[in-house]
């Protein structure tokens, strides 16, 4: 494999690297995980700030990249979306908003919707005037999520919609969400979902807000009464939801691979050690804690590479497959053990959770311990990746 970036992609990255340099706000991370940075932001200072900067990148023609020229993106090929995301990386970019709606929703309009659903709806998750979420999950159907039961009864030119979902990530700062459905009940459970598009501001829809353990209120439970969806609004056809659902979940697992900066987590986690006391000198001056960092470091390497061969499938036209599943399932256990090291690293004082006074490094590491565990759970478990992998990458039977 050769990893040097063509001339294309250099020049791609030199005039993204200027951009940014002119442009990035002062208020500025130095990583990758400051609270509240994981699926959203509860705070409302911290979400003008990044909605604001989300338009200023969306003016510079910086969201959506890869996305066609004709539908508001840049046309960017994968190659220069590599280059995008080293950039983000290095200049340590604060995120953008509408998460869902750029990584999951638009590339599946784009692979699935009419041109008239194009039109409509794209252009609005760029420019982040229309924040989406994601219907899938509901009480009892969560890794199973075909066996779904909200309801979903044709009535004219109308769907009927009543049931419920659950940990609906944003559904309270949300105008629309991607809501799979049940539109026939005695056809086996994945030939009988229908993917609809749902104005989250129609009569009959409820949010109620969940609170999580980091103290952040980014989930919901979502109520559909009676709400009525125009037709228009059909994804794919009628009873075939369960492909276009698919399409949308591997985008999610690659976007959860590619989310964090591993090696960013593992210089954090290096500066950490050296400056953790112990024994009269730091941990970083002992050999096993040194070891396990190296460790971490190669892991995040290997991920990396494993990413760019998921470069492979993509450069030819086609959709996220199976393989994704491998990078979600590694990027968010490296994730948790980089955390889980980092509490062993702060002893005592990783009971002091974040913004607490004495806590270190202003209680980051405890925040991001207890926000990993979000990640192994999110767009399928673990467990789940482990069976797809077994199943439909290695291709052994069915346990
Ligand atoms: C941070 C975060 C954000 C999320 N955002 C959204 C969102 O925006 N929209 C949405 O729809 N959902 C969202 N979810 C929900 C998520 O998709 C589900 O939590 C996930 O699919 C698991 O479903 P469940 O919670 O019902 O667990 P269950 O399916 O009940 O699983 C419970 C346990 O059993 C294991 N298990 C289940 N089936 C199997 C099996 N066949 N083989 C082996 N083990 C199995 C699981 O791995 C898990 O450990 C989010 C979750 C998180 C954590």
């Known amino acids: 494999m050769d990893f040097k970036y063509s001339a294309e992609a250099e020049a791609f990255r030199h005039e993204f690297r200027t951009w940014l340099e002119a442009n990035m706000p002062k208020r500025n991370t130095d990583g990758d995980d400051e609270p509240g940075s994981d699926f959203v932001r509860t705070n409302e200072d911290d979400w003008q700030f990044s909605l604001a900067w989300h338009r200023k990148m969306n003016s510079g023609g910086w969201v959506g990249v890869n996305w066609p020229k004709a539908y508001g993106g840049r ?29 999951l929703v638009g590339p599946t309009l784009i692979h699935w919707g009419t041109e008239e659903q194009k039109k409509r709806f794209v252009p609005k998750i760029l420019s982040a005037d229309e924040i989406w979420c994601q ?16 309801r979903a009864v ?18 309270d700062r949300a105008d629309w969400c991607i809501l799979l459905t049940r539109t026939d009940p005695d ?22 807000p969940l609170v999580q353990m980091t103290g952040d209120r980014g989930f919901n439970e979502v109520f559909f009464e009676d709400v009525r969806v125009p037709k228009k609004n059909l994804v794919g056809e009628k009873n075939q939801g369960w492909q276009v659902a698919v399409t949308t979940l591997m985008f999610e697992r690659t976007s959860i691979a590619a989310m964090r900066d591993m090696m960013g987590s593992v ?44 470069l492979t499938r993509r450069l030819k036209g086609l959709p996220p497959g199976p393989e994704g599943s491998a990078g979600k399932l590694v990027a968010s256990d490296l994730n948790l053990r ?15 959770e974040h913004g607490a006074a004495m806590a270190v490094d202003g209680g980051r590491w405890s925040y991001r311990m207890l926000s990993a565990r ?26």
């Not at 980089?338 to 002091?352: D, H, N, V």
């Not at 467990?383 to 291709?395: A, D, M, S, T």
């Open 75 to 103: 046309g960017a090929t994968l190659e220069e979306m590599v280059v995008y995301n080293e950039e983000l990386i290095r200049a340590h970019a604060p995120g953008i908003v509408n998460g869902l709606g750029i990584m």
């Open 135 to 150: 219907g899938y999950s509901e009480p009892g159907s969560g890794s199973d999520v075909a066996s779904l039961k909200t």
């Open 154 to 171: 044709e009535d004219g030119d109308y769907f009927v919609i009543n049931g419920q979902k659950v940990w609906t990530s944003g559904a």
């Open 187 to 208: 056809a086996p459970k994945h030939k009988g979902i229908s993917y609809l598009l749902v104005d989250m501001h129609s009569p009959g829809v409820t949010v109620r």
């Open 267 to 310: 210089r954090h986690l290096t500066r950490l050690a050296q400056s953790v006391r112990r024994n009269g000198g730091t941990a970083w001056d002992d050999s096993g804690v040194r070891q396990r960092i190296a460790g971490f470091a190669c892991e995040a390497q290997a991920l990396r590479y494993s990413n760019l061969r998921q």
């Open 338 to 352: 980089i955390s889980k090291f980092a509490m062993e690293l702060l002893g005592p004082y990783s009971q002091f």
């Open 374 to 399: 979000a990640l192994t759970i999110a767009g399928g478990t673990s467990e789940i990746q482990h069976n797809i992998i077994g199943e439909r990458v290695l291709g052994l039977p069915k346990g």
